[in-house]
């Protein structure tokens, strides 16, 4: 594997996780496999697989009932000529996941403004399995990426990083809001009131007045010990404190 495909796949996985809005491509039941694309808002997992909330009676739905394969595509904020822009599409089939409170904490911080659908019992979380991606890094940089590349393998993190993030979170918003203003500063957002929405093992996700930004680790982290240590680094990095303002929820 080139060190160009390797950068090729960590951006790919960086653009889809940076934004929540996508076009959901299915293959049209009520028009004999015609494609058929769709706005769908979206979080991705650890692994970097798309998890859509997705209605029943939605023409989407319909079509995935009859055939799993999809395509969601994600593209960088719009420039002046949008075929600048990165943009990346993750082809895939689309399955029903179990429902939980993590998964359903996780999806509201990202998108709150879809707590309404779950008061209404025909919503169900999808899972795109992802086994192909086209990365359009800008013009000329091209790549098709296996999706046993793109997808961060399952011994990569541990149980129990994805089972601190709920703490981790609730925790640094609560006690070291503090940290964030530093983590946001060093990447050179001014934010009085940041707001932590999601942690994976390769960075996290911070809501600011100008949208969301993503941190990236110095390199991924694998579990809860190494969530904090990560933390701690950046921590001393920003102001050269010592570690105390750190998620001591999360410390192994």
């Given at each position: 594997?080139?060190?160009n ?12 996780r ?9 293959l ?25 909330l ?46 939980s ?36 890094g ?22 129990g ?42 960075g ?8 969301r ?12 010990k ?21 998620p001591?929820?999360?410390?192994g």
């Amino acid at each position: 594997m080139s060190e160009n495909y390797r950068k090729a796949v960590r951006d790919a996985r960086r653009l889809a996780r940076t934004h929540s809005n996508g076009i959901l491509s299915t293959l049209s039941a009520e028009m004999g496999g015609w494609p058929f694309g769709s706005v769908a808002p979206y979080i991705l997992d650890f692994e970097g697989n798309p998890i859509l909330l997705l209605s029943d009676l939605a023409q989407h739905s319909r079509n995935i009932k009859q055939d799993e394969r999809v395509s969601l595509i994600a593209w960088e904020d719009e420039k002046h000529d949008l075929q600048q822009s990165g943009r990346v599409t993750l082809l895939g089939r689309a399955v029903v996941t179990e429902d939980s409170e993590a998964l359903r904490d996780r999806y509201l911080r990202y998108l709150p403004q879809a707590q309404e659908y779950f008061a209404i019992h025909d919503f169900r979380f999808y899972k795109v399995a992802v086994e192909r991606v086209r990365f359009i890094g800008g013009f000329g940089d091209i790549h098709w990426i296996r999706g046993e590349d793109y997808r961060l393998p399952a011994d990569a993190f541990d149980a129990g990083l994805v089972a601190a993030e709920t703490g981790a979170v609730v925790h640094m918003n609560a006690d070291h809001k503090d940290a964030l203003v530093r983590y946001c500063r060093a990447q050179g957002v001014d934010e009085p009131e940041p707001r932590l929405i999601g942690i994976d093992p390769e960075g996290f996700d911070v809501a600011t007045r100008k949208g969301r930004l993503r941190i990236d680790f110095d390199a991924p982290v694998r579990d809860a010990k190494g969530l904090r240590e990560a933390f701690v680094a950046m921590s001393r990095r920003a102001s050269s404190a010592h570690g105390d303002d750190l998620p001591g929820a999360v410390s192994g």
